[in-house]
């Protein structure tokens, strides 16, 4: 079978229709989604309506969580604490409902687990990010321990695209767009982000797992990037001093802060 796996859509319908498109061109069988369908941007309800009618197998982010109350924003940005509450509002009951029932974790057969954050952690699971080869390693070792018998973890939430195999206790990153998977290992699939991208990469990317060929393969797909990022300014959600600088711009900008350690503190500040 042919999964298509994505993450973080963020409400970008634009983003998320283009990706769809393009799993059908890619021959893909089955949709997963792991998480933050909605948030950031301006379309949650169509974003729904997609996944719903593609039969898309989904599990809930930090960000559906938040839209529901099931957590708390503490820790959210000003941003992102700004679109929680502008989908609430925008939401019908039923929808609240349906992203108030997605499962945390989720497996596919014997082929596949999902989770937004990490696998290693129970409570509180959608909102770790697996940023570091200490966390992988945890959830790598977590997947070895699955009761499904899966020997591939897919998880988002970091909005970074990565291939990573764990292999008697030694974990690298593929940098390749095409990974054959080998018996023996374990693999952890980020597939970035569709929909709120944070680096140079603008694209909406996504992953497909062949799992009869055990073979992973990394799409990225253009959309309308501008369409979306004029709603969301419209909309009041995206901070007004941001909007004069270039979107490839403000990415360069954000990869330096986070390179000295300071971004978090500026988007705060920029944010509030």
Known sequence: MRLGILSDIHANVEALRAALADMESAGVE?????GDIVGYNTDPSACIALLREAGALCIAGNHDRAVTRQIPTDGF???AIRAVAWTRKRLSA??????AALPLKAAVDDQLVVVHGALHVDQGCEL???NSDDRLRQSAQALLEHPSGARVCAFGHTHRLGVHEYRDGELWKHDRDEVRLRDGSVYL???GTVGEPRTAERRATYIVFDTEQRMVSVRRVPYDDAAAFTKTRKAGIEPRRLLAIPAPIRSTLQEGLRRV???????RVINS
Not at 30 to 34: D, G, H, N, T
Not at 261 to 267: A, T
């Open 94 to 99: 039923e929808e609240i409902a349906w992203l």
């Open 189 to 191: 699939l980020n597939p």
């Open 261 to 267: 350690g300071i971004y978090e503190m500026v988007r």
């Open 30 to 34: 089955r949709i997963v989604c792991l």
């Open 77 to 79: 940005s000003v941003r």
């Open 128 to 130: 770790v990010r697996l």
